[in-house]
């Protein structure tokens, strides 16, 4: 005889990360009966809270930047502030063996390089802007643009070393891939997505221009806070049964049952549960071709962040080296002094596989190439490696290598059956980014409630979206001038 559920709700979301934290909030709003199930024993997903000289920090998401509209509302509805990131004095560029200082806003790079990149970011922006709003994949030239990766685009559109070597950089600090992985459709519909190239920048001018006092996983706490009784952690889900009555999922040793679930994690780890019957073909698939970044976040503590009294921001990044950046992480009115520091793409999968003492001994070295013999020793380290956690295994998001989003990208957030999908990878803007996330979530909460006016007749309501969003949808569909300069840009 089968066993009775351990719950039977209306709705099921299987992860605790932010799109499923607001997909059920928004549920639980109004009035849907809703649980959670969550494979890891905390809440927050690629939002993880760690300690470090023994203040909390962002082992996960950090940044925000004004215009994510949807996590200002949430960090503003919990009483929680933020303050911008610490970026008083020069940044430093180690490149060829040599360390240089750089003011905030000038290019670091020669004069003929920076023309270069430039040239090319002014050319990214305008091929983006041509991109169908919500679904880069659809236009005819984007067949064409998901034919081939962003590193190939690279040797044909940039033409100085230095230049291409700083552009691989700034595609591997966004993405945490090689530009050599990605389609350079799924890159310019990510830049699309964030409103512009500006927004993939590393610093003040780019993405890093606020953070939360005392860490942006609070706003993950806060809201499992409010959700407390509808969540059930270290529920690893298996599998989902679907038949016309609902679901039944598999999560641990329990089974649960509903009338619909969303499945809010990204299609990588989607596509490990087992589904009976099984996903569509082209479903399948997209989990198949849609593999996870990779990134290992280090925050290292000194004494005192010696770095400000020599005149420097914290902020460096180095072309050289395995670590490919860093910025000032010390909390306002700390003493002591903290810096971030990544290894993305390539070089934090090879440094996946050392001792976490072995990354701590080449961050350090790095630091101290570029901010002198004072970096060589911290008093505190600690390193998250995204790629080698149980339920997420990679970061920042997922990518698409060429060929997925133009055969594959229609499927991403269509449901199957009584299945609904949300997560930061799929979302129609801020794609990759905790605001991706929650606005993920918000669809999802809004095609279930849809679901359920047309099956019950009852108008439940619609889940509130704060207007001043710089969504895609802020972005003017192109004119067909602008098409055709994109087609001459790229033929
Ligand atoms: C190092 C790092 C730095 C980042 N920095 C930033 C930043 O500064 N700013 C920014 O906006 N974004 C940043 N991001 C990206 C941001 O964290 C993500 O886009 C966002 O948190 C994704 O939320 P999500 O809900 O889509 O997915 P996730 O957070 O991955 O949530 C998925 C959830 O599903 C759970 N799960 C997985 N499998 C199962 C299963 N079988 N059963 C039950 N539960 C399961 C997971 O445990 C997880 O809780 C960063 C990410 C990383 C890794």
Not at 158 to 180: G, P
Not at 190 to 196: R, T
Not at 472 to 491: D, F, H, V, Y
């Amino acid at each position: 005889m089968a066993r009775a559920p351990a719950i039977e709700v209306d709705v099921l979301v299987i992860g605790a990360g932010f799109s499923g934290l607001v997909a059920a909030s928004s549920l639980v709003r109004q009035g849907v009966e809703c649980a959670i199930l969550e494979a890891s024993n905390r809440v927050g997903g690629r939002s993880k809270p760690g300690y470090l000289m023994g203040d909390p920090i962002d082992l996960g998401a950090q940044w925000i930047t004004p215009g994510q509209s949807q996590v200002y509302e949430l960090v503003q509805s919990y009483g929680l502030e933020t303050t911008p990131q610490y970026a008083t004095g020069n940044w430093r560029l180690r490149h060829n063996r040599s360390t240089k200082d750089h003011i905030s806003g000038k290019s670091p790079l020669s004069f003929l390089a920076s023309q270069d990149l430039r040239a090319s970011l002014r050319k990214l922006d305008r091929l983006a802007q041509t991109l169908s709003i919500n679904q880069f994949w659809t236009k005819p030239i984007a067949k064409k643009w998901d034919a081939f990766s962003v590193e190939a685009w690279k040797r044909t559109n940039l033409q100085t070393r230095e230049a291409r070597h700083y552009f691989d950089m700034l595609v591997r600090s966004s993405m945490c891939a090689e530009a050599s992985e990605i389609s350079f459709l799924h890159f310019l519909g990510v830049v699309q997505s964030v409103g512009g190239v500006q927004d993939l920048l590393l610093g003040q001018e780019g993405f890093q221009r606020e953070v939360v006092l005392g860490g942006l996983h609070q706003i993950a706490a806060k809201m499992a806070g409010e959700l407390k009784e509808h969540i059930h952690l270290s529920v690893p889900v298996h599998a989902i049964d679907q038949s016309k009555d609902g679901v039944t999922v598999y999560g641990g040793k329990k089974t649960y049952r509903a009338r619909r679930v969303i499945v809010a994690m990204p299609p990588a780890m989607a596509g490990r549960l087992v589904y009976n019957p099984s996903l569509p073909a082209r479903r399948d698939a997209l989990t198949q071709r849609f593999p996870m970044g990779s990134v290992i976040k280090c925050f290292i503590g000194y004494d005192r962040p010696f770095w400000r009294t020599d005149g420097y921001s914290g902020h460096m990044i180095d072309l050289d080296s395995y670590v490919s950046f860093a910025f000032d992480a010390t909390p306002p009115q700390a003493e002591y002094g903290v810096l971030v520091a990544f290894f993305v793409g390539d070089a934090a999968r090879q440094w996946s596989e050392k001792k976490m003492e072995d990354r701590r001994q080449i961050v350090v070295n790095r630091l101290s190439k570029v901010f002198g013999e004072e970096a060589e020793h911290p008093m505190d380290y600690v390193d998250c490696d995204w790629a080698a956690e149980d339920w997420s295994r990679g970061g920042f998001s997922g990518y698409m290598p060429p060929g997925v989003a133009t055969t594959l990208g229609d499927v991403m957030r269509q449901p199957c059956g009584n299945i609904h999908w949300a997560c930061a990878e799929i979302s129609e803007s801020w794609i990759g980014h905790v605001e991706g996330a929650i606005r993920s979530g918000q669809r999802a909460a809004q095609e279930v409630l849809d679901w359920i006016k047309a099956d019950d007749g009852i108008d439940i309501g619609t889940i509130e979206v704060h207007p001043n969003a710089r969504s895609s949808e802020a972005i003017p569909e192109p004119s067909q001038a602008e098409s055709e300069l994109a087609r001459q840009a790229t033929s």
